[in-house]
């Protein structure tokens, strides 16, 4: 099985910076396209960011472009999301999802894998 567990999240105020990781373990079948997700209260789980297998393709919710940057690390098994200039708005559980196929999609019917989440709150 693959395991997915998100990593660097907590309480912050706005403009600031934050980096979330997301270790992966278990099954490999490399290669896979993997992405981020969240999740804010009363609100349904929406796209963040996501990224093929070899970190050549990238794309973005437009709300999040320009401040925020997925990467990865297939050595290490490791995903990230560089979060920076923080706002409020972006206060939510962030997920980080794996994909069975090396297609990286803004859909959370792509993702095969799903970790528990990391909570960002971000004060005004």
């Known amino acids: 099985q693959v395991k997915l567990v998100e990593s660097g999240g907590g309480l912050v105020q706005g403009g600031d910076s934050l980096r979330l990781s997301c270790a992966a373990s278990?099954?490999?079948?490399?290669?896979?396209?993997m992405a981020w997700f969240r999740q804010a209260p009363g609100k349904v789980r929406e796209f963040v960011a996501t990224?093929?297998?070899?970190?050549?393709?990238?794309y973005y919710t437009n709300s999040v472009k320009g401040r925020f940057t997925i990467s990865r690390d297939n050595a290490k098994n490791m995903m990230y999301l560089q979060m920076n200039g923080l706002k409020p708005e972006d206060t939510a559980v962030y997920y980080c999802?794996?994909?069975?196929?090396?297609?990286?999609?803004?859909?959370?019917?792509?993702?095969?894998?799903w970790g528990q989440g990391t909570q960002v709150s971000v004060s005004s």
């Open positions: 999802a794996r994909s069975i196929r090396d297609l990286a999609s803004a859909r959370i019917g792509a993702y095969d894998y």
């Open positions: 278990g099954r490999t079948d490399a290669p896979y396209a």
């Open positions: 990224i093929n297998w070899m970190g050549t393709y990238t």
